[in-house]
């Protein structure tokens, strides 16, 4: 079986590894914008816009690092190429959701544990998987399914290291630790009331950390203008994920693959 997407494995780890620093381009959706500056019903604060900028940091790291489960959304560009994310993952290493890097193609993903779960569509298949006959045959045999099988198998193994909340937690508060932050005033973002903390990402390039300031001071969104820098948003966090699989008939053991491609992985 063809390696490329071990490459393109790593370019959407490397992403996620980057923390703080963003990993796409402002969205075109309102939401990850500037968001809206007045919310129609101010809510009691938490009080916590009251401290310093550091203070604030700090109590965002330490929410964030002890969240037991996130959402993750992103959208922009990664080394030039278009990436868009979205992904639920939890400390147990599980995760679902889906990713995308423009003409290279797209897949969904859910891990469970140890097993595995992806759907790709027939770009990933042509240009990652298997480029030339071999992937658009495959495309077109598997279309519409879910690939299975744990992490046993090298290409599964790869494509769901992205699942890892523990690894980007750690890198997230490393350069929230490095970072010298100034403090703005209260806005609103995505509809929850934040206090802005501005400083510079592991690349030294500015950034904006927003931090709510009613009920746990999560950081909910992170802004960067670095040269592939943009915005994630950070949201559910402490919810479970869906645990929920795809059918029988919904699915085709990865080993399928393998034959078809003439190899294993």
Known sequence: MNKKYGVWAVAACAALAMGVSGCGKDSDDKADKGGDKTAEKPVATSGVEKLSAQEIAEKAKTELVNAKSMRLKADGTDGGKPMTMDLAFDSTGSCRGSMSMGDA???ELIKLADKVWMKPDDAFYKSQIAPGEGGAEAAKL??????????????????SEVCDLKGMQAKMAEDTKKSTFTKGAPETQNGQQVIPLKGKDSDGQPETMYVAITGKPYPVKVVSSGKDGGTMVLSDYDKPIAK????AGETIDVSKLQEELGGGA
């Open 105 to 107: 193609g797209s897949f």
């Open 142 to 159: 598997f279309k519409g399914k879910w690939l299975h099988g744990s992490t046993s198998d090298p290409m599964l193994k790869s494509m």
């Open 244 to 247: 929920d699989t795809p059918t």
